[in-house]
């Protein structure tokens, strides 16, 4: 299986703040890399697609970069709505393994 | 707009078998550019890809559950289902079904999710 970390695992952040969080892959997974954020009792919910495109309908604030087994994705100016957790995962290979997780909450 | 559904019980005892339905609406569950999926969530921790099914039939199942889960579709319904044997306490989680957008395989929609306890 590929495994998928994220760091940092939490973070707080004031709004207007630009927010960076890093994916790493155990192998090449070229850009195979999609986000997710997800509120508390709600449906995970895609942001970024294949590294860097933006899905349908979401905010220009995210965007996605990264190839192979390093990844980013940036918040460039932090907004209220924001504060979530925030996940990555690989789907390169099956299993399709998901980040542990970034906790993004208010400072 | 796609909306998913879950749909099944919400306790199950140990050593049996939790079944689950997604029914799909606003959108046709035959297209050849998506494959349909289920992701569980044990409560406070991360997401799991369980395994995902093509409009023909065809499925791909996360090796570490294989043994134990099969994932069917009824194009007729507009539904997909879900059963997971022999489950444990480790079982317990929140079910998602979500839509798999075609080679690229990122979940793109996704049902609002159903707790399932596994308890005698």
């Known amino acids: 299986d590929i495994q998928m970390t994220q760091s940092p695992s939490s973070l707080s952040a004031s709004v207007g703040d630009r927010v960076t969080i890093t994916c790493r892959a155990s192998q090449s997974i070229s850009r195979y890399l999609n986000w997710y954020q997800q509120k508390p009792g709600k449906a995970p919910k895609l942001l970024i697609y294949?590294?860097?495109s933006l899905q349908s309908g979401v905010p220009s604030r995210f965007s996605g970069s990264g190839s192979g087994t390093d990844f980013t994705l940036t918040i460039s100016s932090l907004q209220p709505e924001d504060f979530a957790t925030y996940y990555c995962q690989q789907s390169y290979s099956n299993p399709f393994t998901f980040g542990p997780g970034t906790k993004v909450d208010i400072k | 707009q796609v909306q998913l559904q879950e749909s099944g019980p919400g306790l199950v005892k140990p050593s049996e078998t939790l079944s689950l339905t997604c029914t799909v609406s606003g959108g046709s569950i035959s297209s050849s550019s998506y494959y349909w999926g289920w992701i569980r969530q044990p409560p406070g921790k991360g997401l799991e890809w369980i395994g995902n099914?093509?409009?023909?039939?065809?499925?791909y199942y996360n090796p570490s559950l294989k043994s134990r889960v099969t994932i069917s579709v009824d194009m007729s319904k507009k539904q997909f289902s879900l059963k997971l044997s022999s489950v444990t306490a480790a079982d317990t989680a929140v079910y998602y079904c979500?839509?798999?957008?075609?080679?690229?395989?990122?979940?793109?929609?996704w049902g609002q999710g159903t707790l399932v306890t596994v308890s005698s």
């Open positions: 294949a590294a860097f």
């Open positions: 979500a839509r798999t957008f075609g080679d690229s395989n990122y979940l793109d929609y």
């Open positions: 099914i093509y409009y023909s039939g065809s499925t």
